[in-house]
């Protein structure tokens, strides 16, 4: 009860605020929702560039075009520099680079020395370029493989049950 006379008194208060603030020349309605949602004009209400136009469909493809031409460019030239890539594997996001060691804890089911290939590519970049997958990038631009260098057994997992105030617990190890 407490709270809601609280709340009564607030809105008492935003209305009486308004009634007092407002006059017909310079509001045209008198709502508490009209006075949280203004913001005065500051050098800080707006940011300090001004709007660009939007691109018509034929200026946005030409540079699109231009962009990819750069890209294909630096790609066939070799000039890249260190390529790297986001990938997604063993339930998890891994940045990746060339010679990285990467140590998961699934099992999978390659033996030492398969490749592997890594299809689900979120993202591939280098120092002068990024290619960004939405989600993943294709198979057919971009290829991660992967060679299998060791597996080891790994530590035996403990799933512990336990109730409190019954004297029970239960232990199972895979």
Known sequence: MGTRLLHNLFYAIIYSIVFFWCDNSKCSTFS???????????????PPWSDLPLLNKEEEQRRHQVVVQKVNT?????EYGRLFAVVH?????????????????NHIEAECGDRIVLEKVLLVGG????????????????????????????????????????????????
Not at 32 to 46: A, G
Not at 96 to 101: A, G, I, K, Q, R
């Open 32 to 46: 508490p929702i009209w006075v949280l949602s203004y913001v005065p004009e500051t050098s800080l209400s707006r």
């Open 127 to 174: 120092e002068d370029f990024t290619l960004i997958g939405k989600p993943l990038l294709s198979r057919d631009l971009v290829r991660v493989e992967a060679t299998v260098i060791e597996k080891t057994e790994s530590w035996p997992m403990v799933h512990m049950r336990f109730w409190k105030r019954h004297r029970f617990q239960k232990k199972r190890s895979k």
């Open 74 to 78: 630096l790609i066939e030239s070799r």
């Open 89 to 105: 594997f063993a339930s998890r996001q891994w940045k990746v680079t060339n010679e990285d060691l990467i140590l998961i804890e």
